[in-house]
């Protein structure tokens, strides 16, 4: 009987553990790393050349929105193509548990607008075989994955279980109400949830309910959130990952709960002028924080991020009221309301205040790009940005937009300038000793960006390209470090006795694909999405799930019940 059930042979070994590369090969049984050293190929019953190829572990992305997609894609892709083998769902408060029967259609709704995912997509695609939080782990337990998988709390779904959701998004929780909120919380933790989530960005949120208003979580009470908090504290375990918190409540949740702060997000961003903004108080503060006793670690986005979208799903552009308003409804009213002179007026005036929509500097309107308008009148048009057609039309930059629009029936399609990156800034950034790359939001605006991809993005682009790490600390970043952050104490690494969630890869011809459209979700749905190149294998718990970018059907994935 063969010694391993697989053998890497000759790939240069980069652990994970900032540990200098080498030669070896890695024996495998069981799903785990069986030994490090030189074997031959009769010891095992399938072989790997892995010569001239790096080896790594497994990516770890701990911001992801798989909660529904992991029902119907197994490997939760587009994060599953780039090398991610364990990723945390729940993300931001959200989530589908615990949620009544009677509330799963709301639940959906919620997440429809929030996250880009057609209602009736979930509706054919999710089982909605649990009630409570501990049964839906149950259910990720059954379902087949091509990832690992971690699971928050989301706290949205929890307090409207609890208070009901109009009760939830207006007024504290009562004494009893937050008992039992906590010990539901508590419930879930010892089932094996990793933590709890919450996203706090206030009455002007940029990611609303299907509805227009803002999250439970986006204006919820302080002290329920730090009551939560102490669940964790009392269970001596766990993490926190928040989207939009002051640097002073998240303090004090770190101090409540004992509990890492996962903090939500640090970017290279630019002002008006082109010039980056100041992100060196942020990391300063994380410093002085760790310092201080209270472990929070920023997460950055290391992608561009560019971004496509039509207006027949566009939402990020709801911290404005006004576009918030002509962007709800149906289709039909929609259009009713981007042709109304009216509400045109208010988006004009609205542009000459703010030149941005009061969204990122990246979507600031005469900066579109048309990629296909969808009509024969704008066809003209493709591939230039809004204010060439207003110029040419003779139109204000809103007017010319809508135009375009209302003449394709929504279907007209943009996107965002190709970003800048600092790199100097990104490498600061990158570099900095509290902090993790990724914000990848995987499974969430799958219509409008690819950030899924920030793994080969960077390895290829800031590691390869410029420099700004070595590939020992880029791996460590990648895969130990978030495993630590979470509390995931046997992945992230390559060592004796670990899971081997390996990838194993051609550094100098791993790249990024096209960004493309894929007609591939329940109900005729579609998302998306960017596929790399230069990944000959990636391995779940010692099982192959895409051997050079081709799926082999194996669903090796494991539900991480934190603590067990």
């Known amino acids: 009987m063969p010694r391993f059930d697989t053998l890497v042979q000759n790939g240069t070994v980069i652990d994970g553990l900032r540990t200098p590369r080498y030669v070896a090969d890695i024996g495998i049984r069981d799903g785990r790393v069986a030994a490090i050293g030189r074997f031959d190929a009769a010891d095992a019953a399938r072989v790997i050349d892995a010569r001239g190829l790096i080896v790594a572990p497994g990516f770890v992305d701990l911001h992801t929105h798989y909660d529904s997609q ?38 959906m709704r919620t997440m429809e607008r929030n996250e880009a995912v057609r209602y009736e997509t979930m509706k054919a695609g999710m089982p909605w075989d649990w009630v409570t939080y501990p049964e839906f782990l149950a259910s990720l337990q059954r379902t087949p994955k091509g990832v690992n998988m971690l699971s928050f709390v ?15 998004k207006s007024r504290p929780a009562t004494p009893a109400e937050r008992e039992e909120m906590c010990r539901l919380l508590g419930e879930a933790m010892d089932a094996g949830a990793c933590g709890f989530s919450a ?20 204006t919820m009470s302080e002290d329920d959130l730090l009551a939560f908090a102490r669940v964790l ?6 993490f ?15 101090a409540e709960s004992g509990r890492p702060v996962v903090w939500n997000a640090i970017a290279v961003d630019f002002d008006n002028h082109g010039r980056v903004t100041n992100v060196k108080r942020t990391l300063e503060w994380l410093v002085r924080a760790n310092a201080e006793g209270r472990r929070i670690i920023g997460q950055a986005l290391t992608c561009a991020n560019d971004w496509h979208f039509t207006f027949e799903d566009w939402n990020l552009y709801d911290s404005s009221p006004n576009w918030r308003e002509v962007t709800l409804g149906t289709p039909e009213q929609k259009l009713a309301k981007l042709q109304d002179l009216a509400w045109r007026e208010r988006l004009r005036a609205e542009y000459a205040q703010f030149d941005t929509a009061r969204a990122t500097t990246m979507t600031s309107i005469h900066n579109l790009i048309l990629l296909s308008a ?9 591939g230039q940005q809004v204010a060439d057609i207003a110029a040419a039309e003779g139109l204000h930059a809103v007017d010319a937009l809508l135009d375009v629009v209302v003449a394709s029936e929504l279907r007209a399609s943009f996107m965002t300038p190709p970003q800048r990156i600092d790199m100097q800034a990104m490498g600061e950034i990158a570099n900095h000793p509290y902090t993790l790359p990724g914000v990848s939001d995987g499974g969430a605006h799958m219509k409008f960006i690819t950030l899924g991809r920030y793994p080969t993005e960077f390895l290829a682009v800031l590691v390869r390209e410029h420099g700004i790490m070595d590939l020992e600390q880029a791996h460590w970043r990648l895969s130990a470090y978030p495993a630590m952050a979470s509390g995931v104490v046997d992945r992230g690494f390559i060592r004796e006795g670990a899971p081997a969630d390996l990838v194993i890869y051609d550094y100098a011809h791993l790249k990024l694909g096209p960004v493309e459209v894929l007609h591939d979700f329940p109900a005729g749905d579609w998302r998306r999405a960017c596929k ?10 010692g099982e192959p799930t895409f051997i050079d970018g081709v799926c082999t059907g194996a669903t090796p994935g494991r539900l991480l019940r934190h603590g067990a």
């Not at 992991?70 to 945390?88: L, R």
């Not at 706290?155 to 279980?161: A, D, G, K, T």
């Not at 996203?199 to 986006?218: A, F, H, K, V, W």
């Open 70 to 107: 992991v029902y119907w894609d197994p490997y939760c892709t587009i994060s599953g193509w780039h090398g991610v083998t364990s990723v945390a769902i729940g993300n931001c408060g959200f989530g589908f548990a615990p949620v009544k029967p009677e509330d799963r259609d709301r639940a």
């Open 154 to 168: 989301g706290l949205n779904p929890l307090m409207s279980y609890v208070m009901g959701l109009e009760a939830a």
């Open 199 to 218: 996203q706090i960005l206030g009455e002007n949120s940029l990611q609303r309910d299907y509805d227009g208003t803002p999250m439970i979580t986006d």
């Open 233 to 238: 504290r009392d269970k001596g375990r766990g």
């Open 240 to 254: 926190i990952q928040v989207l939009g918190a002051s640097p002073a409540l998240s303090d004090r949740l770190a």
């Open 374 to 382: 969808e009509s024969t009148r704008f066809a003209r048009y493709d």
């Open 532 to 541: 790399p190149e230069g990944y000959r294998w990636i391995m779940v718990n």
